[in-house]
């Protein structure tokens, strides 16, 4: 059998599983002649021993290896040109991977933006997995340039891009958990997963439509806020998914307990905790347990990701599935609400669509149902939740600094609520905000520092004309 492999990023000490790359690899596996594996890379490996591993595990078959979820790990991207550069076909794949390919808007006319990564990869996909059937097909005559989703540079150093399919549900059904390896010292070992994932949303509903936004400079470059910029943009503007995926809509039901059928189970012979990948999941959460348990699956513990809105407006959604879940003994963790902020005017900056209000009543309602159902409940960060706070971002002022301490202290949301450690804003070169900070430099006359494929935003990033 030819073989495959898929390069994604990991933390050390971790043991949960990898959806997408997983998927992927079983896609390709199952529908071509190649075994294809998923390597887990963190940030302490050797990047010496990895090649050794890759290159034994290739053996005399020439190194096909795709790059996906790789959340802008300069040294990854290093090894992947370096790899090409011994004659191995590298791709990068997953969110992001066409424009992480292609560089940052007008970076030819701008020497400071992103220039993108092309040069590290022999092409790019961009889209479902099985788009790549045809380049492996015809990868050995050169007969692949025509595959869908497909990016890569032509004899005049042109990028050329094809359009991608959508997706289809017969491969969205299934995932191969036991195809995931870390790097050991004797090569890849095998690594058991204890937490797993189930697609049921591509994309956020939130990002389904663009609708026009006004967003106030940086604090350092304008501490009145009367400075503004029109965009229009899908979801929150600091999420690189939306622009990505925007709203791809739902899975069915069959296709989702067909993935959860695919879990492995824990040593009672329950289905390990799964995260459901569904930030709406509460108008179906009873039908799908309901189902579940039909088709003698045995759940622990299911893990949601919410909007604190939709939280909120399907409180009767999630009572019913928490009764059933009490009979079941099925622990529902709300492992993430993205709050990011607790200042309306950095939550509109955001383009959340959510007030403090709105983020403090869904608190309240969760600390509610944690008093009536204390053992199918969970959501603190005693119990692993780990809630979206952004600080710092670029508009962060004394007075939303003090807004903010005045919300922690009076709802005790150190408590139960806040991370270890907040996650300062992100730009992403493809986001919204990347559009607004762009606009910002061609209006001020000004430059703010690269950082790989992410765009600085504070005074120390400005570049010095």
Known sequence: MKKMAIITSYFDGESYGLLGPQMAATVIQENTPFECIVIAVTHSDDKAVLTKALFGYFGKEMPIVGFSSLNGREDIFLFAKALKAEGAITFLAGPQSDVDFLGETGWRDYPHRFRGFSEAFSFALQGPAEQVFPVLEGISNGQWKNASGLLYTDDDCRIVQTP???????????VRWNNLYRVGQTGLENLTIISGQVIQHI??????????????????????GEKRIRLKLKGCSFCDVSSDKGFHGALDLDTVLSQIACLPEDAEGRTISFELINENALPGLHRLIQESSGRGMSLSQIKLTLRADWFLSNENHLREALHLARKLRIRILLSSIGFESFDDRILRNLNKGLTVKTN?????????????????????????????????????SPETDSHIQQITASCHIHLDILPAHSVPLIIHHASG??????????????C???????IGWWNEALLKM
């Open 433 to 446: 905000l990347a559009d607004w900070i762009r606009e910002i430099e061609t209006s001020e006359e000004i």
């Open 164 to 174: 991608r399919q959508s997706w289809k549900n017969k491969f969205l059904r299934r």
């Open 448 to 454: 703010f520092e690269r950082y790989v494929s992410v």
């Open 360 to 396: 403090i009543d869904a608190i309240l309602l969760m600390r509610r149902l944690k008093k009536e159902f204390p053992l199918q409940w969970a959501y603190s960060n005693r119990d692993g939740a780990i809630h979206g706070l952004i600080h710092p971002t670029p508009w962060d």
């Open 203 to 224: 994309g956020c509903p939130h990002a389904a439509q663009a609708k026009p936004v006004e967003l106030v400079y940086p604090y350092h470059l304008d501490s009145k």
